[in-house]
């Protein structure tokens, strides 16, 4: 799996397997059979393709696209809009979504400082409403 570290100066396109653990403050396209382990920093603009995926275990500050067949899991933060989705998001307990805090009744509530994501900690599928991600029930 290849690593990538520091500040990116380009929209970065992902088309194999790659850990982010840098900044991308012009944003990042997950090509169909990219995989996007985000640990560092996405800004600007984020697209996820069919086949494509991206765990998000740190921040995105990007507008989010997901296309259908494309699948955004949520370990960090997501404060972003969601501009169009039409694949899937689910979302960590512990994770932060929109400045709302995702708990273990499956509620987006106040951001808690000390909140965690628990490694086997359960997960929700969310839905975009207007931009808005919320559970879905």
């Known amino acids: 799996m290849k690593k990538v570290s520091g500040t990116i100066s380009h929209p970065l396109t992902v088309e194999e397997p790659i850990v982010l653990t840098g900044v991308a403050p ?3 396209l ?5 995989s996007l382990d985000l640990r560092g920093v996405v800004g600007d603009r984020l697209t996820i393709e069919p086949g494509g995926y991206v765990l998000l275990s740190g921040t995105c ?4 696209t997901i296309h259908s067949g494309g699948l955004l899991e949520v370990a960090g933060t997501l404060n972003g809009r969601i501009a169009r989705n039409d694949g899937e998001v689910w979302a960590m307990v512990g994770s932060t979504i929109q400045g709302r805090l995702l708990t273990a009744l499956g509620l987006l509530g106040p951001l808690d400082p000390e909140a965690t994501v628990e490694a086997g900690a359960p997960r929700f599928r969310l839905t975009s409403v207007g931009g808005l991600l ?3 029930p």
């Open 30 to 34: 997950v090509c169909e059979g990219g």
């Open 134 to 136: 919320e559970v879905v």
């Open 26 to 28: 012009r944003g990042a």
């Open 61 to 64: 500050d990007a507008t989010v």
